[in-house]
C-alpha cells in the first residue's frame, strides 16, 4: 500500500502598507478619515505613555512594565476591529487597545504601581484584566466562547493575544486545541516581536511560522506584517466576522520587532546587535501610518504635530491624577492578604514599614 497525501497546509502573508506610506489599492481595507485618525492617535498615546511609564518607573514612582514602543499596530488595529459586544482578553502588552476600550490612562500607572484597581474600566464593558502570567489568559478566552456558544450568544466574538514566546506554553496549544474542538468564537492574535525576552524567535521554534501552530488545531492561521496597521485591522476584522457568523476560531501571527525593552527590568543590549535594531526603527508602525495618512490628504504636517502635542498633554494629566490618587497607607496593601490578621504578614509589614522611615 503506498503511502497517501491526507492533507496539505499553506500559510498566506498579508501585507497592505508598505514603509513608506504606500498602499495595496486592492487590498486596503478603506477606512474612513474619522476612524483612521482614531487608529493613529491610539498608537501614539500608546507610545507616549510608554515613554513617561519608563521615567517613572526609573525614578521609582511605578514599578516593572512591559513596553509595546514598536507593536503599536498590533493592539490597537487589531481592537479597532472590536464591537461593544466583543471581549477583549490581554496580556501586558497590549494596553493601546485597552485605551481604545475606554481604560483611562492613568489606570495604566496605578496598576504598574500594585494596584488591582488599575483594572478597572469606568463603564465595565467586556474587557478581562491583565494577564502577567504568560498564556495564562488565553483558556480564559476559550471558556468564555464556549460559554458564549452554549448560550447561543450571536454576533460577539473574542479577542486576545500573546507574545512569541508565549505560543510555546501549553496553555496556548491547549487553548487552541480546544476552541478547534468547541467552535469557539476566539482570535489568537500572536505579537511575533522576535524576541521572548532575550530568548530570539529562531531559538523558539523550528517552524517557518507561528502562525502554523493553527494548524494542530485544525484552524485557519494568517501572517500578517504587524507594523502595517491596516493589515492588522483587515485580518483580525475578518477573522472576528468568521467567529461571529459561528465559523470558529483564527489564529493570527503579527511579524513586528521589540525596539525597547522586554519590561524595565531589561537591559536588551547585552543579547542583540543594537546596529540591527536601528534598521528596525525604519520600518517602525507609526512613521508609517503617518506617512500614509499624509498620502492621503487626512492629516497635515501641522495637524500632526498639534495631535502629537495633545497626546503628551493628555498623559501629563493622567500622570497628575495618578499621583493625586496615592493620598492612602504605604502598608495598605497587607491589610487584604486574608480576613484575620496572621503573624507572619504582621512581621512583613512591620519590615516593609521600617524601611519606609
Same mark, same amino acid.
Given at each position: 500500500m503506498? +503511502?497517501?497525501?491526507?492533507?496539505?497546509?499553506a500559510?498566506?502573508?498579508? &501585507?497592505?502598507?508598505?514603509?513608506d506610506?504606500?498602499?495595496?489599492?486592492?487590498?486596503?481595507?478603506?477606512?474612513?478619515?474619522?476612524?483612521?485618525?482614531?487608529?493613529?492617535?491610539?498608537m501614539?498615546? @500608546?507610545?507616549?505613555?510608554?515613554a513617561?511609564?519608563l521615567?517613572?518607573?526609573?525614578?521609582?514612582?511605578?514599578g516593572?512594565?512591559?513596553?509595546q514602543?514598536?507593536?503599536?499596530?498590533v493592539?490597537?488595529?487589531?481592537? +479597532?476591529?472590536?464591537?461593544?459586544?466583543?471581549?477583549?482578553?490581554?496580556?501586558?502588552?497590549?494596553?493601546?487597545?485597552?485605551?481604545?476600550?475606554?481604560?483611562?490612562?492613568?489606570n495604566?500607572?496605578?496598576?504598574?504601581r500594585?494596584?488591582?484597581?488599575?483594572?478597572?474600566?469606568p463603564?465595565?464593558? =467586556?474587557?478581562?484584566?491583565?494577564?502577567?502570567?504568560?498564556?495564562?489568559?488565553?483558556?480564559?478566552?476559550?471558556?468564555?466562547g464556549?460559554?458564549?456558544?452554549?448560550?447561543?450568544?450571536k454576533?460577539?466574538?473574542?479577542?486576545?493575544?500573546?507574545?512569541?514566546?508565549?505560543?510555546s506554553?501549553?496553555?496556548?496549544? &491547549?487553548?487552541?486545541?480546544?476552541?478547534?474542538?468547541?467552535?469557539?468564537?476566539?482570535?489568537?492574535?500572536?505579537?511575533n516581536?522576535?524576541?521572548?525576552?532575550?530568548?530570539?524567535?529562531?531559538?523558539?521554534?523550528?517552524?517557518t511560522?507561528?502562525?502554523?501552530? @493553527?494548524?494542530a488545531?485544525?484552524i485557519?492561521?494568517?501572517q500578517?506584517?504587524g507594523?502595517?496597521?491596516?493589515a492588522?485591522?483587515?485580518?483580525?476584522?475578518?477573522a472576528?466576522a468568521?467567529?461571529?457568523?459561528?465559523?470558529?476560531?483564527?489564529?493570527?501571527?503579527?511579524?513586528?520587532?521589540?525596539?525597547?525593552?522586554?519590561?524595565?527590568?531589561?537591559?536588551?543590549s547585552k543579547?542583540?546587535d543594537e546596529e540591527?535594531?536601528?534598521?528596525?526603527?525604519?520600518?517602525?508602525?507609526?512613521?508609517?501610518?503617518?506617512?500614509?495618512?499624509?498620502k492621503?490628504?487626512?492629516?497635515?504636517?501641522?495637524?500632526? &504635530?498639534?495631535?502629537?502635542?495633545?497626546?503628551?498633554q493628555?498623559?501629563a494629566?493622567?500622570?497628575? =491624577?495618578?499621583e @493625586?490618587?496615592?493620598?492612602?497607607?504605604p502598608d495598605?496593601?497587607?491589610?487584604?492578604?486574608?480576613?484575620?490578621?496572621?503573624?507572619?504578614?504582621?512581621?512583613?509589614?512591620?519590615?516593609? +514599614?521600617?524601611?519606609?522611615?
Amino acid at each position: 500500500m503506498p +503511502l497517501q497525501d491526507l492533507a496539505r497546509f499553506a500559510v498566506q502573508r498579508l &501585507e497592505i502598507l508598505a514603509p513608506d506610506g504606500t498602499v495595496d489599492a486592492n487590498l486596503d481595507p478603506e477606512l474612513p478619515k474619522d476612524q483612521l485618525l482614531k487608529l493613529y492617535r491610539s498608537m501614539l498615546l @500608546a507610545r507616549e505613555v510608554d515613554a513617561k511609564g519608563l521615567k517613572l518607573q526609573r525614578q521609582g514612582r511605578i514599578g516593572t512594565f512591559g513596553p509595546q514602543v514598536g507593536q503599536e499596530a498590533v493592539s490597537c488595529g487589531a481592537a +479597532l476591529a472590536l464591537t461593544d459586544k466583543d471581549w477583549l482578553v490581554p496580556a501586558f502588552r497590549e494596553a493601546g487597545a485597552m485605551f481604545m476600550r475606554g481604560w483611562p490612562v492613568e489606570n495604566f500607572y496605578l496598576f504598574h504601581r500594585g494596584f488591582e484597581e488599575g483594572n478597572r474600566y469606568p463603564n465595565g464593558g =467586556r474587557n478581562l484584566p491583565i494577564s502577567i502570567v504568560v498564556g495564562a489568559h488565553l483558556p480564559h478566552a476559550v471558556g468564555i466562547g464556549h460559554a458564549m456558544r452554549l448560550a447561543d450568544e450571536k454576533d460577539s466574538a473574542i479577542l486576545t493575544f500573546t507574545g512569541d514566546g508565549g505560543s510555546s506554553q501549553g496553555d496556548t496549544a &491547549e487553548a487552541m486545541n480546544f476552541a478547534g474542538v468547541w467552535k469557539a468564537p476566539v482570535v489568537f492574535v500572536i505579537q511575533n516581536n522576535g524576541w521572548a525576552i532575550s530568548l530570539p524567535r529562531s531559538r523558539q521554534s523550528a517552524a517557518t511560522t507561528l502562525a502554523q501552530k @493553527a494548524v494542530a488545531a485544525g484552524i485557519p492561521g494568517i501572517q500578517v506584517d504587524g507594523n502595517d496597521a491596516l493589515a492588522v485591522y483587515r485580518s483580525v476584522r475578518d477573522a472576528l466576522a468568521r467567529a461571529r457568523a459561528g465559523d470558529g476560531p483564527t489564529v493570527v501571527e503579527a511579524v513586528s520587532y521589540r525596539l525597547g525593552v522586554h519590561t524595565t527590568s531589561d537591559d536588551p543590549s547585552k543579547y542583540r546587535d543594537e546596529e540591527a535594531v536601528k534598521g528596525e526603527w525604519e520600518k517602525e508602525p507609526i512613521r508609517r501610518l503617518s506617512l500614509h495618512l499624509r498620502k492621503l490628504g487626512v492629516l497635515t504636517e501641522l495637524e500632526d &504635530e498639534d495631535l502629537r502635542t495633545a497626546v503628551v498633554q493628555e498623559v501629563a494629566e493622567a500622570t497628575e =491624577r495618578f499621583e @493625586a490618587s496615592l493620598d492612602h497607607p504605604p502598608d495598605e496593601p497587607f491589610h487584604h492578604v486574608f480576613a484575620e490578621p496572621h503573624y507572619t504578614i504582621e512581621e512583613q509589614r512591620q519590615e516593609f +514599614l521600617k524601611w519606609q522611615r
